[in-house]
């Protein structure tokens, strides 16, 4: 790697850069760097800038590598610190080159060399079959999230805290809020905030009132929020980040600021962590509360965050509850809702998915806890229901707690992260495991006309029952398959009681045979049954056997 | 009106034109040709082509009027008749100028008076307030439609018979074929083609084969066509006309037609049909079924409808259950689905309408009927449960009956018409009713919490209990209500129960008054009831008094 030769004010930096440089010699491909697919590169070019570095400064970089180039932009990260970082996709051999609108960063060039990826890395998500989600390098993601809003702003111990709870959990996906969120369940002061301060006085309430430097921006703030997206990376989970949202209220004016503003902090995010393979933009949380932004302000803010993002990650953007967005724009990669309808009742998620051919993700279907609020006070059960009638149907739900404890000093996962106190996250992870145990993602066997069957794969199926409690189960399947191809006679299944509340699998002893279609279905030959637990929240496992 | 002089082989259309220019003289008002508004002006033109009058000709008119202008095709009726059709919508005097590249056609121009439309005349119907229909008056339109696929293509007295019988329905749209339909429940031989025919052969089977002059349309099966939308439109119902279908399985092969004949095909239709206020266009029905054309072939051809529309009726496209087309695009006014499953369960039919922001019907949700196929075998009560599920969240389902008699000689109407065999249809004119008494289209009250209440204005509510059988029903509505304002205490309401199978409406004697809000509704202040009749099927009509 090539770079241009030290700076003034280089300080603690230079240690970093000679480190990362002592392997490489010209010319040499095994004393270059390293880095996995997937992975990030980082590079800092030097530079005090005269004027303002995050204004005044244009740093790109172009990467080219085996069949592929992409450009991407730096970013000034405070002091004399230019960065350019980079996900390599392909393995092989990588260069790059930068131009700059300043000599010293201009013309910049270096190489790394990408291997292939190791362990855990399974690359970037990406949408899949249509409606469904993989890594890039093909494995299968089911999205099982949870919601943490603020919970970078909360203090060190507590995002300590919510890490071990994450790691403990079944959750491969968080939301979360990149700007700090004023809520009444939420007290915490941030420690950083995403701008220079320019001046803090004394606001309405006790509270302090702070101006804002928005032409400059705190890279602490961003440094921290980085931090925990690679922490998250390392438990495997997807930080679904929130852009823009409403709850502000006059505290901190996120909400409101200029347009220019808005541009130029989504230029400065996506430069910073597009190449975090773990990242998805969601563009913003109940878009429509924010009333300082029109529908057109969104169009360009979402249209910039794609055009910004050279790896194009997931991208969505969620509004309050059945406020559909044009989620058939090309920015969009999925649907991420907020809509208890479509998994309250059967049919409705399966439409969703339907409409869109794209996959679908109810980011709120309401919370497990008990709040006031009606969005906030789901019994378990209920929750675990509406994640497994979106399941059933080849959609996803997303997970999120609000237990307030009477002395009103334990967190709320749901907005501050720290611990779980509820019961239903341990039946997401249930969840989670039935569906990386089938063959494929699920989906309505026979559309419009069964609304308990789905299909995984040819021979499997998952039938859920939810709320009906039954204590027998007449053998039978719809003779079609979703895209698996119909029912032969013959065929012979076995049968796994899943009790989702439970988190039980037992097999039911019979090995059933089908028979030729009758109206539609097959049945058994012998017209057996499947003894049933005569409780809720059954499903069946049914699998052909050789 | 001023019109080339008359030119040899006027024959009988001769005394057509004197009779439509005997009141005319240059310059005076009074005399002039009088249309009302969304009524046919038509004007015929003389011309015998020497090659292809279909092929060769073109043939354009512009017309221009109050602060308007419009260009509209004329089209070639056979013979030496080239015709331009025309809808005037605003009031005041009209001028049009014809442009074709043979001179005899060119250049020529007229004028007529469009006068205020009277009595039954409402104009086209169009989108109105996003999710619904409204008359061009301003009428509100709810579409309540049944299916009589191939009615028009049936023996003539069944034509009549059919038109009779939807004279004594409540139906206002029928969804119909233009092209004839083969299907092993329709027997009867089409009496006229749109298309020349070239040469009779021996089929297959018995049936003989017809070889197409796709070069040549016949005028009569257009003509005959229009004379039937006519006679649709004189009884108050819009025609759904489906202008592509898979149901030809090789016996004419109107669904394999080459691509510059169905783009010619789409052209003429339109240029014949578009002045007619009652048409609808659906571009095909069960369009994935039709294996000749790809999607590109139905963007193309959809396109090509809007495009060839001056008035831009409204326009949609059918598949089979389940398949949603790309309905946000442009060209679709509103979505025309099959599918039962929005209206099965709660929750599926409002989200349809929050997803599209366009109006939605369900145009297929199974049929009334005795068929063995499951589509064609609905209980009455089931599909009016269906209309009321869909009717209650705001979308609009569409009827069909396919009883089969034990000898198969009387008519499935869904196909053929005739009569009315089933106890459906009934109720889809008692739901028409209910709907037109309201002070506007429904919708849910409180999306996504309240899956029983719909609201139509200030203190105007429809609940509907669906399959549930109450005896009795605790006064409680939602304060939220839909975009009506918040419900306040002590409003006063009355309440009418309505059976929806068996057509009644009766007054609940008590007077209720509203309380103040209790966790997101209101109750009667005394805690009071409405008696109810232990029978499925029941609705509420909640009123405020004074």
């Known amino acids: ?86 996900m390599p996709e392909r393995i092989g051999s990588w260069h790059f080159s930068t131009s700059s609108n300043v000599p010293a960063l201009d013309k ?45 702003h909360m203090k060190e111990e507590r995002q300590e805290r919510t890490l071990q709870t994450l790691a403990g959990t079944g959750f491969n996906k968080v939301r979360m809020c990149v700007f700090p969120k004023e809520y009444d369940l939420i007290k915490t002061r941030p420690e950083r905030y995403p701008f220079a301060v320019k001046e803090r006085t004394a606001g309405g309430s006790g509270r302090e009132k702070i101006i804002w430097d928005f032409d400059t921006f705190d890279p602490d703030f961003f440094r921290h ?56 933009w969601s563009v913003a949380n109940e878009w ?22 050279p790896y194009r990650h997931l991208c969505s953007i969620h509004g309050s ?70 399941a059933l149907a080849g959609i996803y739900v997303t997970h999120g707690e609000c237990y307030m404890s009477e002395n009103d000093t334990t967190a709320i996962f749901w907005a501050e992260g720290g611990d779980l106190k509820g019961r239903s996250w341990q039946r997401f992870a249930f969840l989670r495991r039935i569906l990386e145990e089938g063959p494929g993602p699920l989906s309505m066997s026979d559309i419009g006309r069964d609304y308990y069957t789905a299909s995984a794969g040819k021979g499997y199926y998952i039938i859920y029952f939810g709320k009906d409690t039954l204590d027998t189960w007449l053998f039978s399947l719809p003779v ?31 090995v059933f045979e089908t028979t030729a279609e009758i109206d539609y279905r097959v049945y058994d030959t012998a017209g057996r049954r499947v003894q049933l637990p005569s409780k809720p929240y059954i499903a069946l496992r049914v699998t052909a056997v050789d």
Chains 1, 2 share one sequence.
């Open 1 to 86: 790697m090539t770079l241009a030769p030290p700076r003034r004010d280089m300080k603690t930096h230079l240690l970093r850069i000679i480190l990362s440089a002592v392997l490489l010699t010209t010319g040499s491909m095994l004393a270059q760097q390293r880095v996995e697919q997937w992975d990030r590169f980082e590079t800092t070019l030097r530079y005090s800038p005269e004027r303002n570095g995050y204004l005044d400064v244009t740093l790109r970089a172009t990467f080219t590598g085996p069949d592929t180039a992409l450009t991407v932009s730096g970013f000034y990260d405070g002091g004399d610190a230019f960065r350019i970082r980079f």
């Open 108 to 152: 910049k060039h270096g190489s790394f060399e990408c291997i292939r990826a190791s362990g855990g890395n399974h690359g970037m998500v990406r949408v899949s079959d249509v409606t469904s989600f993989a890594y890039a390098d093909g494995k299968r993601f089911y999205p099982v999230g949870t919601t943490a809003y603020a919970w970078i």
């Open 225 to 280: 929020l980085e931090r925990r997206v690679d922490d998250l990376r390392r438990i495997g989970i997807e930080a679904d980040l929130i852009l823009f949202h409403p709850y502000d209220k006059g505290r901190w004016g996120f909400d409101t600021m200029p347009r220019d503003v808005n541009r130029r902090y989504v230029q400065y995010l996506v430069a910073r962590l597009s190449s975090f393979r773990n990242v998805w």
């Open 288 to 309: 429509d509360y924010v009333k300082s932004k029109s529908h057109d302000d969104w169009e360009e803010l979402s249209k910039l965050v794609v055009a910004s993002d």
């Open 321 to 390: 509850t059945a406020r559909y967005y044009e989620y058939w724009e090309g920015q969009f990669t999925h649907v991420s809702i907020q809509d208890d309808a479509p998994v309250q009742y059967r049919g409705g998620a399966a439409t969703l998915r339907n409409v869109y051919h794209k996959p679908v993700i109810c980011d709120e279907v309401g919370y497990e806890g008990n709040l006031k609020y009606r969005w906030g006070r789901l019994s378990p059960e209920e929750i675990t229901y509406r994640a497994w009638m979106g």
């Open 480 to 510: 079609r398959n979703s895209g698996y191809g119909r029912v032969a006679a013959g065929i012979r299944f076995k049968v796994e009681i899943i009790d989702t509340w439970g988190m039980t699998i037992e097999p039911s002893p019979t």
